[in-house]
T-cell receptor, first 114, second 113 residues
Framework: DADVTQTPRNRITKTGKRIMLECSQT?????MYWYRQDPGLGLRLIYY???????NKGEISDGYSVSRQAQAKFSLSLESAIPNQTALYFC?????????????FGDGTRLSIL | DQQVKQNSPSLSVQEGRISILNCDYT??????FLWYKKYPAEGPTFLIS?????DKNEDGRFTVFLNKSAKHLSLHIVPSQPGDSAVYFC????????????FGDGTTLTVKP
């Protein structure tokens, strides 16, 4: 079983709909992240959480919200989806420690907003 | 302002030869640099990292070189194998807010048999 599981893997929806992407992990890591990737571009950070009571905005948080329901669960919501939020979304986790702690990624959610 | 740049979107090499992937950064305060590999339909996976106080780190066929004065790092793969064909991302982090990485746009490596 995957250590970092994202659901759904694919989603097509319409403009204005509320969407929730879910992420769960079995790695026991405190830190969790949501990124989006657009074609030909790198990963851009949307939100991150260093523990259950800690939520922080990343570089592109507008139009998104998150919930850290438990150490193992971190969900991303689009309250009113718009077409330019069409992208590949990745959840990641990392352990505590200094900057060389690698991130462990899920396999992504491909979201299309019509 | 993009702090981490990978200026080559793609690279093609012959099996058995060396692959060199490059990455430039602008913030001299970064503490660590990491390389990730990504196959289609999968998430990125960690490959190798280097501390800003080092100039080289080696792990099997993979070596990362850091030139702080030039704000440049490179990933060398020797010998290259067809299974190395993937997108490679360079990322940079600070010790504070550790784990919160800034990524480059990636380089697609194709290793031809």
């Amino acid at each position: 079983d995957a250590d970092v599981t994202q659901t759904p893997r694919n989603r097509i929806t319409k403009t204005g709909k509320r969407i929730m992407l879910e992420c769960s992990q079995t790695k026991g890591h405190d830190r969790m992240y949501w990124y989006r990737q657009d074609p030909g571009l790198g990963l851009r950070l949307i939100y991150y959480s260093f523990d259950v009571k800690d939520i922080n905005k990343g570089e592109i948080s507008d139009g998104y919200s998150v919930s850290r329901q438990a150490q193992a669960k971190f969900s991303l919501s689009l309250e009113s989806a718009i077409p330019n939020q069409t992208a590949l979304y990745f959840c990641a986790t990392s352990d505590r420690g200094v900057g060389n702690q690698p991130q462990h990624f899920g396999d992504g959610t491909r979201l299309s907003i019509l | 302002d993009q702090q981490v740049k990978q200026n080559s979107p793609s690279l093609s090499v012959q099996e058995g030869r060396i692959s060199i992937l490059n990455c430039d950064y602008t913030n001299s305060m970064f503490d660590y640099f990491l390389w990730y590999k990504k196959y289609p339909a999968e998430g990125p996976t960690f490959l190798i990292s280097i501390s800003s106080i080092k100039d080289k780190n080696e792990d099997g066929r993979f070596t990362v070189f850091l030139n702080k004065s030039a704000k440049h790092l490179s990933l060398h793969i020797v010998p290259s194998q067809p299974g190395d064909s993937a997108v490679y991302f360079c990322a940079a982090t600070f010790n504070t807010n550790a784990g919160k990485s800034t990524f480059g746009d990636g380089t697609t490596l194709t290793v031809k048999p």
